[in-house]
């Protein structure tokens, strides 16, 4: 592993101390503990914990920047940097005792380029890290996209619509026939940020989700770049903070998803 930033050890800390406040109330939430904040979205008191520890910790070591945590906590920095931060991606899955969720810290610059990323996935201990110019990582070893090359071999993640999806149903359910025929399988496990940091090491072989937000993809789209993948929303374009599509693969399979997002969506 190379030399680690002060950024990159700081959102390394921070996920681990979210991390061990997942681990102790894994299967142990109650039904006051959960609140929906959206139709069929939710969050729980332990989003609301990961999120304060996370926010103090990166507050504390760069109080210049900025930053954007999907549960509103705020800050209005003047280095113009910003934190991107999902105290607990999967909370669907959290709050069902399904073992996959994760917390995904990034930062980017005011030029949108994404310069740190960190998914951590706590039951696991599995901590994925990229730093711009410096690879990806899985538990400090170095990772790559898949080297995967016919379709009758690939496994596919995905994000399945869940909310306000009648503009893009159709389109969803098209895309997913396409796939099923040119994969071994498809994959929808409930975090976008697990799914990325899977794609960057090559367990999965693409990975495509309409509807995402920032807080969802950002550290994954820098671990998939950085391991030597692509990414670009549906219409191949690589500022992927246009748009609310990801699609990530390697030179074979991005091209391959590509060519189906570009049929069946507008965007
Ligand atoms: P979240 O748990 O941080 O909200 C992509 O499917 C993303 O949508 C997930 O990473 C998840 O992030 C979010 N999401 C919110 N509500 C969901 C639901 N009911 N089903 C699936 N994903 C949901
Ligand atoms: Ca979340």
Redesign the pocket.
Same mark, same amino acid.
């Given at each position: 592993m190379e030399y680690k930033s002060s950024e990159l050890n700081t959102a390394i800390r921070a996920a681990q101390v979210a991390g061990a406040i997942t681990r102790e109330k894994f299967g142990e939430l109650s039904q006051a503990d959960i609140r929906a904040k959206e139709f069929? $979205? +939710?969050v729980t008191v332990v $989003?609301k914990a990961c999120e304060a520890a996370i926010s103090a910790i990166i507050a504390e070591s760069f109080p210049d920047d900025s930053m954007l945590c %999907?549960e509103g906590t705020v800050m209005a920095g003047t280095s113009g940097r910003i934190w991107i931060v $999902?105290p607990? $991606? &999967?909370?669907?899955? +959290?709050i069902h005792s399904f073992p996959v969720?994760s917390i995904s810290i990034a930062l980017k610059d005011g030029n949108n380029e994404l310069l740190t990323g960190v998914v951590y996935q706590p039951l696991l201990d599995e901590l994925f890290t990229a730093e711009r110019g410096k690879g990806a990582y899985l538990n400090d070893k170095k990772i790559s996209i898949t080297s995967r090359t016919d379709k009758e071999s690939f496994l596919m993640a995905t &994000?399945?619509p +869940?909310?306000e999806y009648d503009d893009y149903l159709e389109s969803a359910i098209g895309m997913l026939k396409d796939v099923m025929h040119d994969s071994a399988g498809i994959r @929808?496990a &409930?975090? #976008? #940020?697990i799914?990325l940091a899977y794609t960057a090491c090559g367990r999965f072989d693409g990975f495509w %989700?309409y @509807?995402? +937000?920032p807080?969802?993809f950002s550290a994954g789209v820098l671990l998939v770049r950085e391991a030597g993948g692509i990414v670009t929303n549906f219409a191949g374009e690589h500022n992927v903070f246009n748009t609310q599509s990801i699609l990530a693969g390697s030179s074979v399979t991005h091209p391959l998803l590509l060519e189906k997002t570009l049929r069946h969506f507008r965007t």
């Open positions: 069929k $979205d +939710f $989003d %999907e $999902d607990l $991606d &999967g909370t669907l899955n +959290f969720f &994000g399945l +869940f909310k @929808r &409930g975090s #976008a #940020a799914d %989700e @509807r995402l +937000f807080w969802d």
